[in-house]
T-cell receptor
Framework: NAGVTQTPKFQVLKTGQSMTLQCAQD?????MSWYRQDPGMGLRLIHYSVGAGITDQGEVPNGYNVSRSTTEDFPLRLLSAAPSQTSVYFC???????????????FGPGTRLLVL | SQELEQSPQSLIVQEGKNLTINCTSSKTLYGLYWYKQKYGEGLIFLMMLQKGGEEKSHEKITAKLDEKKQQSSLHITASQPSHAGIYLC?????????FGQGTRLTINP
């Protein structure tokens, strides 16, 4: 299993540009989520999905869109990039297993985004 | 909404020393998760605690959840360079995991 994969690893955007951060998992996990990590603020949830066709907002959803057409893929779209979206983005997936809980999440390696 | 406060925010210890990282919640914890992040990489699941007074160990890392289920501690015994990284606690909320701000651990040889 490849686990959770994210592309690209690094990206530089200009203000106003749009782009899609890709996330895929091959573990047949129903739950997937996107976080952003900023210095001193830990991880903040952007959007999450509990299954194909179902998405919901997290703590900081503004400026981001998601869709979940398949179990494997959960792309994050930046509609019009702003410098405040400069961050490291992590995708995660998890499954519900007795004794482990829903939130034993597997994280991707992250995408570093710089918006100029 | 639930908030998690980690302390200290950063920690520098000599190799071989013991250390403790704390995670305090504003609400009762129904699932407390510890993750480790190596610099520039994703998060790795360490342990999950659910019951008041619960304690789990993995190699030289021990995590505890207090009886009131509002505070957890992560203790590392005889620290090694491989323990360096950022440690994050996470609490189970409504279909999401809320994280603390992280503790950056540096191990000096």
């Amino acid at each position: 299993n490849a686990g959770v994969t994210q592309t690209p690893k690094f990206q530089v955007l200009k203000t106003g540009q749009s782009m899609t951060l890709q996330c895929a998992q091959d573990m047949n996990h129903e739950y997937m989520s996107w976080y952003r990590q900023d210095p001193g603020m830990g991880l903040r949830l952007i959007h999450y999905s509990v299954g194909a066709g179902i998405t919901d907002q997290g703590e900081v959803p503004n400026g981001y869109n998601v869709s979940r057409s398949t179990t494997e893929d959960f792309p994050l779209r930046l509609l019009s990039a702003a410098p405040s979206q400069t961050s490291v983005y992590f995708c995660a997936s998890s499954y519900a297993t007795p004794g482990q809980g829903l939130w034993t999440q597997y994280f991707g390696p992250g995408t570093r985004l710089l918006v100029l | 909404s639930q908030e998690l406060e980690q302390s200290p925010q950063s920690l520098i210890v000599q190799e071989g020393k013991n250390l403790t990282i704390n995670c305090t919640s504003s609400k009762t914890l129904y699932g407390l998760y510890w993750y480790k992040q190596k610099y520039g990489e994703g998060l790795i699941f360490l342990m999950m605690l659910q019951k008041g007074g619960e304690e789990k160990s993995h190699e030289k890392i021990t995590a505890k959840l207090d009886e009131k289920k509002q505070q957890s501690s992560l203790h590392i015994t005889a620290s090694q360079p491989s323990h360096a990284g950022i440690y994050l606690c996470g609490a189970e909320g409504a279909q999401k995991l809320v994280f603390g701000q992280g503790t950056r651990l540096t191990i000096n040889p």
